[in-house]
């Protein structure tokens, strides 16, 4: 960020930087550290950090807590939904596209993941922009709540209104690759010895899923759904910029358009953050799934 060619203070002012003086740069510059050298900013703000402070964002004016606490209860609600339906419609059309490997429904099913997997996030968005929002006038055009109501009038349909398309957006995307793997790997469960056993002894296809075959692609389907969560962060920044909605991505984007350090540092911490606590949420949910993990453990 020091060596873009984003000059903060211009990007602080905004359109009025013609009215101010050298004399007003210098004290914006002095307000906020900038003219200082590069390396003296950064064992600032670490000596700042090591303290619990993360600074305050030049954009927003605020503590850089403060603004991601308030910016991450909205962006939470869209990564909630858009990961819990990427997760669910992903393991199920994984399973389908599984069980009827070779037939058209499964062609249809990778065509279709195929296709989203390579596909950008920001064009999406915009594709079910033009249809939803304009064309077809089903779900607003931007914004998390409807313009002109205050925050405590909104209701809950409206809430969710509102954030429909941003968590299709997200979700679309999020399901191709779950419901590959998943495909992949009930495929090779079905051609194993044990399935040709339970086969061999009448269990039907659709009995053996759902005894057998589920809980041995729980495990992977979890790791690839927590590990997505930084897919599903990054995906925000783009989605949440495409549709206006004023959420944690939102503003990431405007932190490294306006040269915000102290708040873009602060994100990138937090999203690291953010990560690991879901890696670490799979680790805890692998135990309740596979009793093997915690008999192995306390066999140790």
């Given amino acids: 960020m020091s060596f873009s060619p984003i000059d903060p203070i211009n990007a602080y002012v905004g359109a009025d930087i013609s009215r101010i003086g050298t004399e007003q740069r210098e004290l914006i510059a002095r307000q906020w550290g900038l003219d200082q050298p590069m390396t003296t900013r950064f064992f600032l703000w670490l000596q700042q950090f090591l303290q619990g402070n ?17 910016r991450f209860q909205t962006s939470l609600a869209l990564m909630a939904l858009a990961w819990l339906i990427s997760g669910v419609l ?14 058209i429904i499964d062609r249809i099913i990778r065509l279709y993941a195929y296709t989203l997997a390579s596909s950008p996030t920001f064009w999406i968005g915009l594709l079910l922009l033009s249809l939803f929002a304009v064309q077809w006038r089903l779900a607003p055009i931007c914004c998390a709540a409807p313009i002109g109501v205050l925050l405590e009038d909104v209701t809950f349909w409206q809430r ?32 194993s010895n044990y ?21 041995n692609i729980a495990l992977p389907a979890i790791t690839l759904q927590f590990a997505s969560l930084s897919e599903l962060f990054g995906g925000s920044v783009l989605a949440e ?60």
């Fill in 54 to 70: 993360l600074g305050t964002s030049i954009i927003f004016n605020q503590s850089v807590s403060n603004v991601i606490a308030t």
């Fill in 90 to 103: 992903g393991i199920t059309l994984g399973l389908v596209a599984g069980a009827n490997a070779g037939s």
């Fill in 160 to 191: 969710l209104h509102h954030l429909f398309l941003p968590a299709l957006t997200l979700s679309l995307i999020g399901i191709a690759s779950i419901a590959l793997h998943t495909r992949e790997k009930l495929i090779e469960i079905l051609h």
């Fill in 195 to 215: 399935a040709l056993f339970a086969f061999a002894q009448g269990e039907t296809k659709m009995g053996f899923i759902i005894h057998h075959g589920l809980r």
């Fill in 241 to 300: 910029r495409v549709f206006g909605y004023p959420g944690l991505g939102d503003a990431t984007t405007q932190a490294a358009m306006r040269s915000d350090v102290p708040l873009l540092v602060g994100i990138v911490l937090f999203s690291a953050l953010f990560v690991f606590t879901g890696n670490f949420l799979a680790d805890l949910a692998y135990q309740l799934i596979d009793p093997r993990i915690r008999i192995g453990k306390s066999a140790s």
